[in-house]
């Protein structure tokens, strides 16, 4: 049985093919239009996830949309009936864009089954449901608590329960404008950022302030009950009438002006923006440790964009009876699309649990032919190695940042080693190099390490793996001189650990550089610059390659120099 799901209606669109209970691939809409978080709807990616399955529309058995338009009605005629002059913005927002998102699917649906022809049944999968639960099934877990928060999906802005082989027990939904994404939205928006696509950038910024400076204040706007409700102080806020700013003018007597996008951080952005985060994990930490209370399970599954602030997920693991939690890397709404599928394969369709999403590489690749190709159509000067693991390693070492480009592309907005650029962390000055003249972006923002799983207790303070990136843990303190690159400024690090089995080209890669540098630690950051999707296709490598400070390309087996 061949089920596509589909991610459209919101942003990040994305598609996937689930075959007989297995993820066979999965792509961004943006890798392949090369437009970031795009929100069309993924024709590009459905036709080459088609591709790479090997299907033609005949073979489509099910179609799973990570959203259910008609969801929540009333609650919204009900809430649009008391926000008087933010009437006109909820209509074109709530009616206008989702008859143009309804619009997108019917052409395309239509256009690959006619009228008259087999058509196959079309599952609308609630967002959250799509999310968490689509996790659960795909999490190595038989039985966990479930935790799913984003700034909204049809009007549900979080999901709590528990999971347990494929039944799903919803306990609590919060609704908007009660939205820990939206409230961290505005914070992001008053540091200077976009809200909506910049949250890791605030993350990022916190730890530079003292969230106790502010942290009170903000704490007065968010409140947690103790079965997970959601509250948010809204008369802080714009967003609840959908107008920019996102913050009132309250929120700018009690807290001062915001900074202006490209104007220079002011200490007190610094501790607005380390307040918004510390209150933001304090309060999720409340849902977890009442959620682990309520359901005695061992495990967590958190799920929706808010699950994407890697800080917060360590402070998780760290701070309550959880032994571990899952998050898949593809956390957002690009993953909706797999929860979708697994929904329906799963949820609704009931079929046993067969797959683990484990190995993020569910992307396309290119064979060595194809490399060839595109290297002689360049007319770049190549030179191809038998052992490019070591060699790689040796260029490393040599000071050298490399483009490295190699099998299926990750899912998800981390480089997880195929699509990365990669860089000796011993050196002190390689962080700010790489952000001012590889990735052109802040240069306050650091950079991340993976690490072989079996040395990264050696460097790390981590109890568990984090193979997506999205676990934040300390460096040990007589390991930071050993890594300055990687370490952040509050001496943490944003660590994905490899085991060889998933990744046996990078895992060796590491394990070679360790040998020459006695630091079997990389520096890894996607394969783009800012702005930019992760490049997807040999070309878009080339590209990025020329117009920016990268050294050396590595794509296959082949290493291109300037």
Not at 23 to 31: C, K, M, Q, T
Not at 199 to 210: I, S, V, Y
Not at 225 to 231: K, N, Q, S, T, Y
Not at 465 to 494: N, Q, W, Y
Request: glycine share 8%; with cysteine; hydrophobic share 40%.
């Amino acid at each position: 049985m061949n089920i596509l799901g589909i991610n459209y209606f919101y942003h990040d669109s994305t598609a996937c093919i689930v075959r007989d209970g297995q993820l066979v691939v999965a792509i961004e809409e943006e890798r392949l239009t090369r437009q970031k978080h795009t929100d069309e709807f993924p024709v590009s990616a459905i036709e080459r996830c088609m591709k790479v399955a090997g299907l033609q529309d005949k073979d489509i058995d099910a179609v799973a949309v990570s959203i259910k338009p008609t969801m929540h009605w009333q609650k919204k005629a009900a809430y649009s009936l008391g926000i008087g002059r933010g009437i006109k913005a909820f209509l074109g927002h709530e009616v206008g864009t989702s008859r143009y998102r309804q619009e997108q699917f019917w052409s395309w649906y239509l256009s690959c089954w006619p009228q008259g022809s087999k058509q196959p049944p079309i599952h609308w999968v609630p967002h959250h449901l799509a999310h968490v639960a689509g996790t659960f099934y795909v999490s190595p877990y038989e039985e966990a608590a479930l935790l799913s928060l984003d700034g909204s999906g049809e009007w549900a802005t979080s999901f709590v329960g528990l999971g347990k082989g494929t039944k799903i027990e919803k306990f609590n939904e919060s609704f908007f404008p009660n939205s820990f994404g939206s409230f961290y939205e505005a914070a992001t928006e008053f540091c200077g950022f976009r809200p909506n696509y910049d949250e890791g950038k605030t993350m990022g910024l916190a730890p530079f302030g003292d969230p106790e400076v502010f942290r009170e204040k903000v704490a007065e706007i968010v409140k947690v009950g103790d079965d997970g409700a959601i509250g948010i102080d809204t008369s802080y806020f714009n967003f609840q009438y959908w107008r920019k700013p996102y913050c009132s003018q309250k929120f700018y007597e009690t807290f001062g002006a915001p900074r202006a996008h490209g104007a220079p951080f002011e200490k007190r952005h610094e501790n607005i923006a380390a307040a918004f985060q510390r209150v933001l994990e304090d309060s999720v930490l409340k849902m977890c440790r009442d959620l682990q209370k309520k359901t005695g399970a061992r495990f967590l599954v958190i799920a929706g964009g808010v699950s994407l602030n890697s800080v917060m997920n360590g402070r998780i693991v760290r701070e309550t009876d959880f032994e571990d939690l899952y998050v898949m890397p593809a956390a957002g709404d690009n993953g909706t699309a797999i929860g979708a599928a697994f929904q329906v394969w799963n949820g609704i369709l009931g079929h046993p649990r067969t797959f683990v999403h484990d190995n993020p590489y569910v992307g396309t690749s290119y064979t060595d032919a194809e490399y060839a190709a595109v290297l002689k159509e360049a007319k770049l000067n190549v030179v191809k190695h038998d052992d490019i693991a070591a060699e790689a390693a040796r260029l490393l070492k040599e000071g050298h940042i490399i483009g490295w480009f190699q099998g299926a592309m990750e899912i998800g907005p981390r480089a997880l080693g195929n699509r990365s650029i990669l860089a000796d962390p011993t050196h002190p000055g390689m962080k700010d190099k790489i952000n001012a003249e590889v990735k052109h972006r802040e240069a306050y923002r650091p950079f991340a390490p993976s690490v072989p799983a079996e040395f990264a207790k050696d460097y790390f303070d981590m109890a568990v793996e984090a193979p997506f990136m999205l676990k934040v843990c300390d460096v040990f303190p007589d390991k930071r001189d050993c890594v300055p690159a990687i370490t952040h400024v509050d001496g943490s690090a944003r660590v994905q650990t490899v085991r060889r089995e998933t990744n046996p080209l990078y895992h060796d890669l590491m394990v070679e550089f360790g040998k020459l540098s006695g630091v079997p630690v990389v520096l890894n950051t996607s394969f783009n610059v800012m702005g930019e999707p992760i490049v997807e296709s040999p070309l878009d490598a080339i590209r990025c390659f020329f117009s920016t400070g990268l050294d050396k390309l590595v794509i296959g087996n082949y290493v291109i120099g300037k």
